[in-house]
């Protein structure tokens, strides 16, 4: 569960109804882990929506199917990618699997995660200090939420590194969540993922291979969200189809060269704006090389 606002402010209503057409996704085909359900299954969507190719990478289940068949239906182009991305041989076998199927792949979105709830389903009401949670829901929920992300980026990299091209979308959350008393180990994995995502934005950025994070700006209407919570907060909660605008930017051809980001979705409007008035850095730690004060390690330690 993300912190921080919940909804956009008026302000920002008037904003979003400024949003044009971010992308036109004809012919790219993109791989998104977790599309099943919650955020992943908002961004597929929209990808989907824009004209582009979507693996729905997921665990091989009758829910898969069914979200994919479901698309296909409708006449997009979905198609299943089954994969447990906790297990490196599962992983390297679907990233084979889907080159072959669509002939290569454009985009990867990080999305696949576990939540508080899988190490302590009333995690709302009743924190749990970090002393009193199982080692092995620890490891699981970093099994997915951080070697995932590795795993994933790793099957990926060297295929778009061959062909001088890709793009990874890591998705984050706001850094007080990672934080937040009671949050081990859901915080400090996504922590651990927006750090290994820094590093692979220098390590891919002499390739032409792209890294951004993205995250909601806020608690999203998913399964993460906890069955107790009260109503006044389930009513702020952001619908996940928040995240689908700056997905589809990202994986657009308006977004070539665009790398080290931390996109707030529902700022998006926003940073599209100052973006399209050339007032953001399309690779920000491009100015300043890595090690040196002030480059991307320098300002990841200070960052908020």
């Known amino acids: 569960m993300a912190s921080g606002r919940a909804s956009p402010a008026p302000d ?19 791989v998104v882990t977790g599309a099943t359900s919650g955020l992943g299954a908002a961004m597929a969507d929209a990808l ?4 582009a190719q979507v693996a729905f990478a997921s665990r091989p289940t009758p829910r898969l199917d069914e979200a994919v068949g479901r698309r296909r239906a409708d006449g997009l182009g979905a198609v299943a990618l089954p994969v447990d991305v906790r297990d490196p041989g599962s992983v390297d ?31 709302f009401e009743h924190p749990m200090p970090f002393f009193e949670v199982s080692p092995e829901g620890f490891a699981d929920v970093v099994a997915t939420n951080l070697t995932g992300y590795f795993l994933v980026a790793r099957a990926f990299a060297p295929r778009f590194v ?16 990672m934080r937040r008393r009671g949050f081990v180990p859901y915080g400090p994995a996504r922590a651990g993922a927006e750090a290994l995502s820094l590093v692979m934005t220098e390590d891919l950025r002499p390739f032409g291979v792209s890294v951004n994070l ?40 308006e977004a070539e060269g665009v790398t080290g ?18 007032e953001v850095p399309i690779d920000p730690g491009a100015a300043v090389p890595a090690g040196e004060p002030g480059g991307p390690a320098d300002l990841a330690r200070g960052s908020s």
């Not at 062909?163 to 007080?176: E, F, K, L, T």
């Not at 980001?261 to 050339?278: N, S, T």
Request: aromatic share 6%; proline share 6%; net charge neutral.
């Open 12 to 30: 920002r209503e008037a904003a979003w109804g400024r949003v044009r057409r971010v992308g036109e996704l004809t012919g790219t085909r993109v």
């Open 48 to 51: 989907l929506e824009a004209g």
């Open 93 to 123: 076998e679907a990233a084979e699997r889907v080159f072959e199927a669509l002939g290569g792949v454009d985009v990867v979105v990080n999305n696949a995660g576990i939540g508080m709830r899988t190490v302590n389903p009333r995690f």
């Open 162 to 177: 061959a062909q001088g091209s890709g793009r990874i979308v890591n998705v984050s959350m706001n850094h007080a969540t």
């Open 214 to 253: 993205l995250l909601p700006g806020g608690a999203t209407a998913t399964g993460m969200i906890p069955d107790g919570l009260p109503d006044d907060a389930r009513a702020r909660l952001l619908p996940a189809s928040v995240m689908g605008p700056p997905s589809v930017f990202l994986a657009s051809a």
């Open 261 to 278: 980001q931390r996109i707030v979705a529902v700022e998006f409007p926003q940073w599209l704006e100052a973006f399209r008035a050339g």
